[in-house]
């Protein structure tokens, strides 16, 4: 059986170094990521079974990642903070934390309050969505309301990489690394052939455009704004 993954994000590389040999040693696989930015990268290619994040970091803290984390995926979050606050609970809480674990911790609390929550989230189905676009990514299946759609593979984890990126502008090369690896030449015109294709199932029933172009910068996934 493969190992759950623990992504640990925390810019303290003692507090990882701690956390990493805490959890191999219960049995999980770990990636650390020493930034928020990194981090939410990391969340994107590694989709791990639960997040460990801690909130003060510098550039992207621990509570703004949690809020992207959770508008793209249903990932469980667990966050880490020095302060004792219930002010700071509560925020990372409405953040959209599933857990809170309050530093200095003992191992065997860190290690017991991860497997509760991947015991919570269950075997149940994983969807992420993005306005009335559902996907489920054990399935391999994706609706556009109650429009089923069919999609390649390649369609679909382009769609899925959007879903989990909403309101944010990719680049075409940020598309080729995460879609399709770097065996693609990136001088091809693979992601526009592959956003139009996508562009065309979204809106076969005649819905409102959800992937729009941003001139010389890529693409980005939102909803047009009424006028």
């Known amino acids: 059986m493969q190992r759950p993954l623990v992504l640990v994000i925390d810019d303290d590389q003692k507090i990882t170094s701690f956390l990493r040999r805490a959890l191999a040693y219960a049995g999980f696989q770990v990636e650390v990521a020493h930034s928020g930015e990194e981090g939410l990268e990391r969340a994107l290619v590694t989709q791990p079974a639960v997040v460990v994040l801690d909130i003060l970091m510098p550039g992207i803290d621990g509570l703004e990642v949690c809020r992207r984390l959770r508008e793209a995926d249903d990932i469980p979050i667990l966050m880490l903070t020095a ?38 989230r269950g075997p149940g189905r994983k969807t992420i969505r993005f306005s009335d676009v559902t996907v489920d990514l054990g ?87 009424a006028t």
Not at 99 to 115: G, I, M, Q, S, T
Not at 171 to 196: A, K, R
């Open 83 to 120: 302060k004792d606050e219930v002010s700071d609970r509560v925020r990372g809480l409405e953040a959209g934390a599933d857990d809170y674990l309050v530093k200095p911790f003992a191992h065997e609390e860190l290690v017991a309050r991860v497997r509760a929550l991947l015991r919570r």
């Open 139 to 225: 399935s391999r299946e994706a609706w556009r309301g109650e429009r089923p759609i069919q999609l390649t593979t390649k369609e679909f984890d382009l769609l899925a990489c959007f879903l989990r990126q909403p309101r944010q502008v990719l680049s075409q090369d940020q598309l080729i690394e995460q879609v399709w690896g770097f065996d693609v030449d990136t001088d091809t015109h693979v992601v526009p052939v592959y956003v139009g294709y996508l562009r065309e199932k979204l809106e076969a029933g005649g819905e409102p455009r959800l992937i729009h172009t941003v001139r010389g910068a890529g693409y980005i996934l939102k909803e047009e704004m």
